[in-house]
């Protein structure tokens, strides 16, 4: 059992920066791959960024590829989400995942736990 719980959202304007964080409980936290994915209203929860269970493998959405950055701290059972240039389209609610699976890993159906979300809005 892993419970997630995130941190760090909140209201910037288009340009500015935001860092997420989500600490998880636990002892088996690097045995999981971690995601990043967001919801806005109306739409599907969709993928935004994961990184591998040692933190030497991240893969993005070609939407924020360039400008997010996806990083974790094994030792603080925690992973976090920099965000620079956001834009907008970048407002929705945020939430981190962890999966005990090697495939599909842009799935939300392929992570097991979930944290309750933070939210993030960006102003133009």
């Known amino acids: 059992q892993v419970q997630l719980v995130e941190s760090g959202g909140g209201l910037v304007q288009a340009g500015g920066s935001l860092r997420l964080s989500c600490a998880a409980s636990?002892?088996?936290?690097?045995?999981?791959?971690m995601g990043w994915f967001r919801q806005a209203p109306g739409t599907e929860r969709e993928f935004v960024a994961r990184i591998s269970r040692s933190g030497g493998s991240t893969y993005y959405a070609d939407s924020v590829k360039g400008r997010f950055t996806v990083t974790r701290d094994n030792a603080k059972n925690t992973v976090y989400l920099q965000m620079n240039s956001l834009k907008p389209e970048d407002t929705a609610v945020y939430y981190c995942?962890?999966?005990?699976?090697?495939?599909?890993?842009?799935?939300?159906?392929?992570?097991?736990?979930w944290g309750q979300g933070t939210q993030v809005t960006v102003s133009s």
């Open positions: 995942a962890a999966s005990p699976n090697t495939y599909d890993l842009g799935k939300a159906t392929q992570y097991d736990y």
């Open positions: 636990g002892r088996t936290f690097s045995s999981y791959v």
